[in-house]
């Protein structure tokens, strides 16, 4: 049988970030598949170029002044947050500091590369400023050198109060690392940088110089170190005092004296600081587009330039049932939850506790549960063991599965891509990713779809008009000539892409909007409330939203959240290339088509059998009572094949629980005459069909055959570790005796249906959190 694989497995091979045994079945697997070697020789090759360009970085400081100015002046200033989470901190700290001079000097060399092939329209005051900003560098080097080789020497053991040589330290990474005294690895010497020119790949040679003997590449091998490769010819040195010269505007230019000596490549910085042309609009293509490092910052400075946001919510209490038998909720089939909190594991840190919505963590996965045999668009099943948290609790179970459409059957589909392409979307993990996910669910396009694509960053632009499926060269080319540059109206765009979707509207057909963004808008119509009023409205029209968000370090998960949620759509969380493959390709049908809106779910306890209860995750789908039967109330989207998985924590008549005290209600005793014993609960689900404004209604009694949890099903027992697993990182009241161990090894015996590997993928995060919090 063919041993199956993952890309980015491939690229853990290549960061030595395997344990031993997988290891070893990727290279079986590497000896007998060669489309698995050229991938394998594709991502080394990529590998190698960026560790090429990081290596001749300059290594200059700044003062806390300039690392302000800077910051207040490069708009959309961001840490580097990969580099801050892979070095231990002294490295971090010497690497970064060049990071931000470096980042000063890059509008004027950027400027000088951008000139050869189309002027750049600056005006003086802004050219006034970075030289300024230049000068005031290059005259204070010698004294924050100086200051960084005392300490250097007091470092290395000598004498206190040594003084250290005057000459500056301005140095390559390459050069830098000689004092981390990093172990040395071979890397091939045929090293390329590619650029996307014209829709082909070409090598970016080095320039013609003489090779430094101490320029080294340097990768991360996935453990907290760097490792130093073969050598690498240095960029050309020009002698202190040179200056470069600046078209501004037609022919004027423009003469900026630089610290010297400096390092740089023709082809811009690498590394994740800056990556390709200067890009947007005339008046904002200046310098808006760099994401500025965190130069030297310390860890309380760096914290205040991670904007990312995420929603409070409380866990839900546990509820006495004579005090309200009733639970009511919104079903919720996103998912960004948890590749999110993957993509903070991913970089060596705990996940913020208001960044793990549980449920969203159980509905990334799929469930071996039965579809409907008849017209009713989903399967309702329900399931009740112990809870292994609190093994005298129940744990209840309510499990639906949507009607799989084939890919012949799916509707026409009158899509618009609103792709978000202002300067914070400049890291490889934006808008080059947002590229790649565009491609993919571009090849999945029928002849008979259409295609818009919206673009927005200072203002918004129609990019692509509505195109036919079957001109998939003409929708992949304007995808390429996608550059990132500007300041985000969010707003904008979105207001130009659903006139667009209406303009193209497809009775009986797929009409969606297509967002895909780090959500971080910062011009035009900023407000939550009124952007959620918009898409809203348009999802009344029949336009829906399926939200898509990338990066990190600006991220805006409570906005995407809310745009998705009342867009009558769903919103994931794209991490890498393979997220992107799963959401847009392999689950395209439940991305979008949608086979139910507005489902709800109410379920009433019986006080017969249940003291208390509480609902595990959606928190912020937590309904009022009377908006059950209430068909003007907005709730969830079921799209085609999603499964979607609720639990609650129940607590039987007879054990004893820990619930707030209140005073006795007077007149609302309860009459149990007519209560039938034995039923547990009852869930009651109301919905309507994607094309109806009535909803129907499903009833479901459940009975508890007091299983214990080892006799639970593999799909009951998995959903309930991850449950688990995210009580832990919110650090919940109700985790119980819940632990990283106990939940890791529910979730390793509960992986028998496991097609696509997440299951296992799940193990091996839940073992790197406990890594990360010491084993607990």
């Known amino acids: 049988m063919k041993k199956a694989y993952q890309e980015h497995e491939l690229t853990a091979f290549l960061l030595d970030e395997l344990d031993d045994d997988r290891r070893e079945e990727i290279a079986e697997i590497l000896k007998d598949s060669e489309s698995a070697r050229e991938k394998l020789e594709e991502l080394q090759e990529a590998m190698e170029g960026v560790c090429e360009a990081l290596a001749v970085e300059p290594a200059i400081t700044l003062t806390a002044e300039q690392r302000r100015q800077l910051h207040s002046e490069f708009e959309k200033a961001r840490p580097i947050r990969w580099l801050r989470l892979r070095l231990p901190r002294s490295k971090f700290v010497r690497w970064s500091t060049g990071l931000a001079a470096a980042a000063s000097l890059v509008v004027v060399l950027f400027l000088s590369w951008e000139t050869a092939k189309k002027p750049v329209s600056v005006s003086p005051a802004q050219m006034q400023m970075y030289k300024e900003m230049a ?87 996935g453990k907290g170190t760097a490792q130093a490769g073969a050598p690498v010819p240095a960029a050309p040195v020009p002698p202190a005092g040179n200056s470069v010269q600046t078209m501004s505007g037609t022919n004027s230019v423009l003469t900026v004296p630089l610290p010297s000596p400096y390092i740089h490549r023709a082809s811009g910085v690498a590394g994740g600081v800056v990556g390709g042309v200067v890009s947007g ?85 799929p469930y071996d549960y039965e579809p409907p045999h008849d017209s009713t668009p ?114 904008a765009g979105i207001q130009l892409a659903y006139r667009e979707a209406l303009a193209n509207f497809r009775p009986n057909a797929i009409n969606r909007v297509v967002l895909a963004t780090d959500g971080d808008f910062n011009v035009g119509m900023t407000n939550q409330g ?90 912020n789908r937590v309904m009022a009572h009377q908006d059950f039967d209430d068909d003007r109330k907005d709730a969830g989207e079921i799209g085609a094949g999603h499964t979607i998985t609720a639990l609650y924590e129940v607590v039987p008549v007879g054990v004893a629980v820990d619930l707030p005290q209140g005073e006795p209600l007077r007149y ?74 106990s939940m890791m090894q529910i979730a390793d015996t509960s992986r028998h249906f496991d097609p696509q590997g997440y299951r296992a993928e799940f193990v091996r995060m839940v073992g790197e959190a406990s890594r990360l919090a010491g084993n607990r």
Do not use: C
């Open 135 to 221: 000068q005031q560098i290059e005259a204070d080097a010698a004294r924050q050198n100086q200051a960084i080789k005392q300490l250097q020497a007091g470092e290395s053991g000598s004498a206190k109060g040594q003084v250290a040589s005057s000459e500056p330290i301005v140095r390559t990474r390459a050069e830098a690392a000689k004092d981390d005294r990093l172990d040395e690895r071979a890397v091939p010497p045929k090293t390329k940088l590619r650029t996307k020119e014209s829709g082909e790949k070409r090598a970016v040679a080095n320039a013609p110089t003489t090779p430094s003997r101490d320029s080294k590449v340097f990768f991360f091998n």
């Open 281 to 365: 609009t005339k008046d904002e293509r200046l310098m808006r587009s760099m994401v500025v490092p965190s130069p030297g910052l310390t860890m309380a400075e760096e914290e205040q330039f991670n904007t990312e946001s995420y929603d409070y919510q409380a866990d839900n209490e546990m509820t006495a049932v004579v005090k309200d038998p009733l639970s009511t909720f919104s079903i919720d089939v996103d998912t960004a939850s948890y590749s999110n909190l993957r993509r903070f594991l991913r970089e060596g840190q705990l996940p913020p506790p208001d960044a793990v919505r549980i449920e969203e963590m159980i509905n990334y996965f």
């Open 378 to 491: 989903f399967a309702v099943a329900t399931e009740v063991a112990q809870a292994p948290w609190a093994l005298d609790h129940r744990l209840v179970r309510i499990a639906l599965k949507g009607r799989e459409i084939p890919p012949a059957e799916r509707p026409e589909a009158n899509l618009v891509f609103l792709l978000d392409v202002s300067g914070s979307m400049q890291p490889p993990m934006k808008l080059p990713l947002v590229k790649q996910a565009m491609r993919l669910l571009v090849e999945k396009l029928e002849n008979t779809d259409r295609v818009a694509i919206v673009t927005y960053a200072g203002a918004s632009g129609l990019a692509l008009p509505s195109t036919p499926g079957s001109n998939k060269q003409r929708i992949l080319g304007a995808i390429d000539l996608l550059e990132a540059g500007g300041s985000t109206n969010g707003a």
């Open 530 to 619: 009124e952007l959620v009023r918009l898409v809203q409205e348009q999802a009344a029209k029949g336009v829906y939203l399926t939200a898509l968000g990338f990066g990190m370090g600006n991220y805006k998960d409570s906005m995407l959240e809310k745009l998705a949620d009342k867009g009558n759509g769903n919103y994931a969380y794209i991490d890498g290339l393979d997220e992107a493959r799963k959401v847009l390709v392999e689950q395209i049908g439940g991305t979008l088509v949608t086979i139910a809106k507005d489902v709800k779910i109410q379920v009433e306890f019986n006080p017969l059998e249940v003291t208390a209860y509480r609902l595990i995750g959606y928190e």
């Open 668 to 741: 609302q005793r309860r009459s149990m005459a007519t209560t039938q014993r034995g039923e547990l609960l009852t869930v009651k689900l109301r919905y309507k069909l994607p094309n109806e404004e009535t909803s129907r209604k499903l009833d479901i009694p459940v009975i508890d055959s007091m299983r214990v949890f080892n006799q639970a099903s593999d799909d009951f027992r998995f959903a309930a570790a991850v449950a688990g697993f995210g009580m832990i990182l919110r650090n919940s009241p109700f985790k119980g005796s819940a632990t990283f161990q």
